[in-house]
DNA sequence: GTGAAAGCGCTAACAT
DNA sequence: ATGTTAGCGCTTTCAC
């Protein structure tokens, strides 16, 4: 209610039940000790009233601020999934979610800007990368919770680790049963706990089939730092010779730019090259054929991630916390063909 | 910053400065009388202090609480597009965005509970349909400047209007110079202006071309209410039987089910039947072969949307206001073909 | 267990 | 033009 219109307060309610102030503030807060004949009383007037307590006034008094500032790129669309979990698990805990879009480039000013006077109990931010020194030494000058999402950084918890490895040993499975043997991967940074368990299945695939790995087939990094135009027309140039017949890829932007590079070059699945991509989303369901996926639950995602930070909210001692674990699912649809 | 760290406040600058408290407030805002010199010497001591104003503290004197509320379905990728522009335009004048996802069920409950207890100066609102009296009724009573996207509910701004109608012009010339001559289109609820100027400028191409049109060609309304699996399966009849030879379909969602209609039915573009998309964004770049569109910038109406409400905010006496009104773009790609 | 009083950091109203 | 005072609505401390 932005305009002026009086609204109740305390005071209406400690008058009109005949206590103090505080004894109202005790009600309502569960704090402090209280009769549960004065707190039924109060509770009474509370609801006759129609009385809501004034956030404002008791952040201002409490330091507590009900408000958790998410900074994330929201051109990725993983993230705005991801945000519909954060979303509902924090309105659940009467939390608010303050959206701050940040880029790849000059996070640190535009989150102290977002940040300056404004009071919040703790960040959730996905980050492009995890060696951005500035960053992190801005992050630990913030002594606030802080989780994030995707990037891990010292020191600080990032609320989910997803296990692929199952999922991957099953999609290889599934690869090897119908006859590929040369498969390429295209995963994130390898420092990310999650990727680490993709490369690790994938490795170990290949080994229990006993066949041989060329380490030029595990293509790893940030997307920035390592997929260039280059290693798409090498990826490009692969398929075309027949040294890969399938590629496993792991990261939703790097399937875009695959996919476009594949055009380019009027290559397609399955016929030319067979693909596993990760996330199901309207693309990946969309493309005609449809693409086989490992999926994850984005939704749960963003809930366990809210979950975490209002546990090092509420609990500093545990700070920081150790990631969820978040399965994840193979899902077979149209774009693998036997060889 | 959550933890107590003792934060520099009003009072140490007007001490470091030498003046009252009453001075550094006309000092930081810009209002009431202060001499230059003064104001030089106040600003110099905030410099000198690091010194940020509290906006909890500003809030909850001045009534003026620098947050916006935006009630939206994130499930919409169009949304999380506009949500960046929201963003940017935001921040840039000083306001905070609150998240709140909402679907398509008990809205106001939802945004009711929001909305309890917390202080907002604006409302952004991403119905799904204008023609919830229940929440109507709601929002007149909320005596806030609200803002709507994509619907428009009587006595609040929507914050855009989509000019569609040359664009649309330009693709049906496009498509007749190809030889068409039978073309449905699909739009959402015919009450958006936007829509309006999509039907009226697809039937004003019919009559320029003197050509008959069957009303039967003209798909319009609620996405929940008109566009059952049974209009889908009418699509793919007709253009099974060649009563239609391409598709105008001017909305993302329904452009989904359309697809997912047509792959059921081993139907696909552009052989079967021209296509012609509204929205540009992955899925219509990476689809194969790309889909030409009808594009609007999203950035944009976010932008326009966010200040639209600040207008609002700040000159109540204007609202509601007219819609800014946003070109479009006709972009030929590989999703049609000659007849 | 409960009421009264102090004060969070600021702006607005009132003095001068 | 500027210093002082009174709260905004609440929680907390301190009496009792």
Chains 1, 2 share one sequence.
């Not at 609204?7 to 209280?34: M, Y």
Request: aromatic share 6%; hydrophobic share 40%; glycine share 4%.
């Amino acid at each position: 209610m932005s305009r002026h219109k009086k609204q109740i307060s305390i005071r209406d309610v400690a008058k009109h039940a005949g206590v103090g102030l505080g004894t109202v503030s005790r009600a309502i807060n569960n704090k402090g000790s209280i009769s549960p004949k004065t707190k039924a009383k109060v509770l009474k007037s509370i609801r006759e009233l129609g009385y809501t307590p004034n956030l404002v006034a008791q952040s201002m008094r409490s330091h507590k601020y009900k408000n958790i500032a998410f900074f994330v790129d929201l051109k990725n669309p993983t993230f705005s999934r991801i945000a519909i979990g954060i979303c509902k698990r924090l309105e659940h805990e009467g939390y608010t979610l303050s959206l701050s879009h940040i880029g790849k480039e000059n996070i640190v000013p535009s989150m102290e800007s977002f940040l300056s006077g404004r009071r919040f109990d703790g960040i959730i931010l996905a980050p492009h990368r995890d060696d951005d020194e500035t960053l992190n030494r801005y992050l630990n000058s913030l002594e606030m919770p802080i989780v994030t999402l995707e990037h891990e950084i010292a020191g600080f918890s990032s609320g989910v680790e997803i296990d692929y490895y199952s999922s991957i040993k099953e999609a290889m499975a599934y690869l090897f049963s119908i006859g590929h043997k040369k498969i390429a991967l295209m995963v994130g940074a390898p420092q990310v706990r999650s990727n680490k368990s993709i490369i690790n299945a994938f490795m170990d695939a290949y080994a229990e089939h006993e066949l041989p790995l060329n380490s030029e087939l595990i293509m790893k990094g940030n997307i920035d730092d390592t997929y260039h135009q280059q290693t798409f027309n090498h990826v490009i140039h692969m398929i075309r010779h027949q040294e890969i017949t399938a590629v496993l890829c792991m990261h939703n932007q790097i399937l875009q730019l695959l996919l476009e590079a594949m055009k380019a070059d009027q290559l397609w699945f399955p016929d030319d090259v067979s693909l596993i991509a990760m996330e199901d989303y309207e693309l990946t369901q969309l493309l005609n054929p449809s693409v086989t996926v490992i999926k994850r639950s984005l939704t749960e995602i963003g809930e366990k991630v809210a979950d975490i930070l209002i546990t090092a909210i509420n609990q500093p001692e545990l700070d920081p916390l150790p990631p969820h674990v978040i399965p994840t699912q193979f899902i077979i649809r149209d774009s693998c063909r036997p060889i």
